[in-house]
């Protein structure tokens, strides 16, 4: 990744998730490689508004570009999506929208009412 030009990895797998790299094997081999790295552990269940804006604060904070995971790419892509309706004033329906434009498809994930209510909220709408 580094050599993509990816200066951080956010990983949102909580700790306690089967699969992928152990949390603190895949710190020491993104720092190995020169990337950042944070642990922003996100489960659907525990969402709430609070959690998503401490993560677009801190996503602002870290050096860019930024490669998001978790074990499937939907909850990486949510937040995305939330911070980009955020920042450009989407509604829930525009942010969907865009994610499924690029491949993110979320309609059969818990987490696309969230997502779409988060950027209602974010927008006024």
């Given at each position: 990744?580094?050599?993509e ?7 949102f ?13 895949e ?14 552990p ?6 709430d508004?609070?959690g998503?804006d ?37 509604d ?7 994610g499924?434009d690029?491949?993110?498809?979320l ?6 009412d ?12």
């Amino acid at each position: 990744m580094a050599t993509e030009g990816m200066m951080t990895v956010v990983n949102f797998r909580k700790a306690d998730e089967i699969g992928g790299m152990a949390l603190p094997e895949e710190h020491r081999v993104a720092e190995a490689v020169g990337l950042n790295y944070l642990h922003h552990p996100v489960s659907v269940e525990e969402l709430d508004e609070e959690g998503v804006d401490n993560f677009r604060r801190s996503i602002d904070d870290l050096p860019q570009p930024v490669f998001l995971h978790c074990s499937s790419g939907a909850r990486a892509g949510a937040l995305a999506l939330m911070a980009l309706a955020a920042e450009n004033g989407w509604d829930g329906v525009t942010a969907l929208q865009y994610g499924g434009d690029r491949g993110l498809d979320l309609s059969k994930e818990k987490i696309a009412d969230f997502v779409q209510a988060y950027a209602d909220r974010k927008s006024g709408r």
